[in-house]
């Protein structure tokens, strides 16, 4: 069966300190990935997906980036956090042709 | 870039009454999915609608994708407390690109 880890669960971050969150997916191969951001008691904002290794779209200009170093890794990163990063990341996973998604824990993120 | 409008962004009920929230889109879709979340938990699949004039039930859940592929509902009937979440529909795109709507979030009063 096929299983998604994000870590870690919790996440308090210094402003200006960089930040790395790790998805990796278990059981399947070449998922679509996908990262995003749920502001507190807000919707889904999608930030990046990617269809392929190195492959990422970004839907949000803003000081986050994403990266697939590896067919089932994807890696949100940011080199300097502002406190509007602060929220709950989650990354999720789709089947090629099949757009039923799948999500990690997620992410919880405060920026102090 | 392709968006799904939901309403309400709120709604309260008394256990018992039937609570239904609305999914629109300006462009035809070629999918919507539904998903819950739970407070604090992560969104979990409901169901996906591919079909004009689809209509699919769970238990006492409903779903429903409009004739233009444009608009797509959820109706619980009769809700009990387990139905507390926020619910969110999604549209799919041809380029695996899935767009969320804002969600509503439904408490229920026992």
């Known amino acids: 069966s096929q299983t998604i880890h994000q870590w870690p669960a919790t996440l308090v971050q210094p402003v200006g300190s960089p930040l790395s969150l790790e998805c990796t997916v278990e059981?399947?191969?070449?998922?679509?990935l996908y990262w995003y951001r749920q502001a507190a008691g807000r919707g889904l904002q999608l930030l990046f997906y990617?269809?392929?290794?190195?492959?990422i779209s970004s839907e949000v200009p803003q000081n986050l980036s994403a990266s697939r170093p590896q067919d089932r890794q994807f890696i949100l990163s940011s080199k300097k956090l502002l406190l509007s990063d602060s929220g709950f990341y989650l990354c999720?996973?789709?089947?090629?042709?099949?757009?039923?998604?799948?999500f990690g824990q997620g992410t919880r993120l405060t920026v102090v | 870039g392709q968006q799904v409008m939901q309403i309400p962004q709120y709604q309260h009920v008394q256990e018992g009454e039937d609570f239904t929230t609305y999914c629109n889109s300006s462009?035809?879709?070629?999918?919507i999915q539904w998903y819950k979340q739970r407070p604090g938990g992560h969104p979990v699949f409901l169901i996906q609608?591919?079909?004009?004039?689809e209509v699919k039930k769970q238990k006492r859940l409903t779903f429903q994708f409009g004739e233009a592929k444009k608009n797509s509902s959820l109706h619980i009937t009769a809700t009990q407390t387990t139905d507390v979440g926020t619910y969110f529909c999604?549209?799919?795109?041809?380029?695996?690109?899935?767009?969320f709507g804002k969600g509503t979030l439904l408490t229920v009063n026992p």
């Open positions: 999720a996973w789709t089947r090629t042709g099949n757009t039923e998604a799948f």
């Open positions: 059981g399947t191969s070449n998922p679509n």
């Open positions: 990617s269809i392929g290794i190195d492959q």
């Open positions: 462009t035809t879709l070629s999918n």
């Open positions: 609608l591919v079909k004009s004039g």
């Open positions: 999604a549209a799919g795109g041809s380029n695996y690109k899935l767009t």
